[in-house]
Each structure stands twice: as C-alpha cells, then as structure tokens.
C-alpha cells in the first residue's frame, strides 16, 4: 500500500547571507495514502523545490518529511518522478529509456517487455519505440518520461508539470489516463500544476500555494464523484471550486 507523507516545518532557503532565497514554507501538511494532491501555485512559488525534497534529492534547511513514518533523508528509488523538463538521455531509445528505470533498479527489462509496450501504446507511441528522443516532438518527448516515471508500478508518483508542454487534445487524452491509472491502483500522487481546472478535475485534494517563499494558504479537497471527464467541468461544483481558488489568487495579485 502506498505510503503517507507527512510534511513537518517544513522550509527551503538556497543561499544564506544577502543572496538568500527563500523558496519555500514553512508548511505543515498531511497527504493520505493513495491521495492525488495538487500543487497549484505560481511560477516561483517553490513548487519544484517542493518535489524535490519529498522525492529526497533536496535536503530541507529546517523540518522534515515523513514518508509511511520515516524521515526522508536520501534519494527514494520507491517512486515514480517526472521532472519538470525530461531526463530522457539522448543516446537510447524511447523504449531503451523506459527499460532504463528498471535496470537501474536491478529488474531484466525483457521481463516486462510487455508493460513497457503497453504504456508506450497507452500514450500512443508504440510507433516510436525504436526512435531516440531527437526525433521526437516536445509533447512526445513528455509522453516518453511519463512513462520512464510509471514503468516500475510506483505507489507514489511525484509529477511536475507532467502536461505541461502538451497540446491540448494531447493534454486531455493524458489526464483521463492518469486519473484511470489512479482510480485503478491508487497510488499516492503529487501532481505540480499552474491550472486551476487541471488541479480541480484530477485532485483529491489541491493544496494553493502562495507566491514565493510558497506556504499552503488552505488544503481544498474536491469531493466530485469520479471519474471526472469533460462534461464535470460545467457543474456547478466544479466551477465553484475554480472561483474560489482564481479568488485567493486574485487576492494575491498573482491573476
Ligand atoms: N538551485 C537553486 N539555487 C538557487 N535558487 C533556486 C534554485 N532552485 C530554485 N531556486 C529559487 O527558488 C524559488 C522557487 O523555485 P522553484 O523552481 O521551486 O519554483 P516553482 O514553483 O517550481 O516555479 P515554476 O512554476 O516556474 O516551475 C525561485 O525563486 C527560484 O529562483
Ligand atoms: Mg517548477
């Protein structure tokens, strides 16, 4: 079962002295097992820097996470990441990338040669399989590393901006598979976003992040019955939820 993570104090200041930045908290938060939490703040609000110290690649300057109780204190190889921009490397192929994240954690990719067709096919690539990433459009690219970050059937995924650079046909199509992929297995997700109906549909809970340093203004939970598809957006559930997020915005000055 996927694990909780618990966030305690947490804070990010990279620097010290006058080049200090304050980039993220303090914050206090709670993300059940098998949640999918939204991250929705503005550009610079810490949003990354918040992924990265969860999935362990950052270490906080004060507080701590807690992840199933115990504290995060190295990188995690229990999870399924997507980095704002794609760490496909450049010399294998797109399937060659996928089986990458297996063999680095010590899994023959012949054995799941079959998921890995699988969720190439479900983001429509399956004709790409033999190509390198250079012969990939962005949005490609992007469909690829969603993938890399699925292929070892994580129970935590921390995806930022996973949709980010796909058009927007693509973009739809990618979050009913997501949400699909969670409804099914439930792991725990954490899911950056700068759109508010993004976060709205696919969320369990959308935490609002202020703008830099980033605090969790309030933790809204979206309790619309699932799936969510295209016809929940004109519900007046659905569009109070985004009016009331676009209102503490506003306040912010940041819409
Ligand atoms: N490695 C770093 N060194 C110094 N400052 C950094 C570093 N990474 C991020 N920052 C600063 O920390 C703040 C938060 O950055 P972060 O990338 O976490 O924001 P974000 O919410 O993910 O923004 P965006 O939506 O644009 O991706 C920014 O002011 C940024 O300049
Ligand atoms: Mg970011």
Request: net charge neutral; charged share 20%; glycine share 10%.
């Amino acid at each position: 079962m996927a694990a909780t993570i618990e966030l305690r104090s947490l804070a990010k200041t990279y620097g010290s002295g006058p080049q200090a930045v304050y980039a993220f908290g303090p914050a206090d938060l709670t993300i059940p097992s098998g949640s999918f939490v939204s991250l929705l703040g503005p550009s610079g609000c810490g949003k990354s820097t918040l992924l990265l110290m969860i999935a362990g690649l950052l270490a906080p300057s004060r507080g701590e996470i807690l992840v199933g109780g115990k504290q995060v204190s190295g990188p995690r190889t229990d999870i399924g990441i997507m980095f704002q921009d794609n760490t496909l490397v450049p010399w294998r192929t797109v399937e060659g990338n996928v089986a990458l994240q297996l063999e680095m954690r010590g899994q023959k990719p012949s054995a799941h040669a079959g998921r890995i067709s699988e969720l190439l096919r479900s983001v429509r690539l399956e004709d790409f399989a033999k190509r390198h990433p250079h012969e990939l459009s962005g949005g490609m690219q992007q469909r690829a590393a969603f993938c890399q970050a699925l292929v070892h059937e994580p129970d935590t995924l921390l995806l930022d901006e996973p949709l980010g650079k796909l058009d927007a046909m693509t973009r739809e199509g990618i979050r009913a598979d997501l949400q699909t992929l969670w409804m099914k297995r439930k792991p725990t997700v954490v899911f950056v976003t700068h759109s508010i109906e993004e976060a709205v549909q696919l969320s369990s809970t959308v935490c609002v992040i202020t703008p830099r340093p980033g605090r969790i203004e309030c933790a809204i939970d979206i309790d619309l019955p699932w799936p969510r598809d295209l016809d929940v957006k004109s519900t007046p559930e659905f569009t109070g939820h985004v009016h009331r997020i676009q209102g503490i915005f506003r306040d912010y000055g940041v819409i």
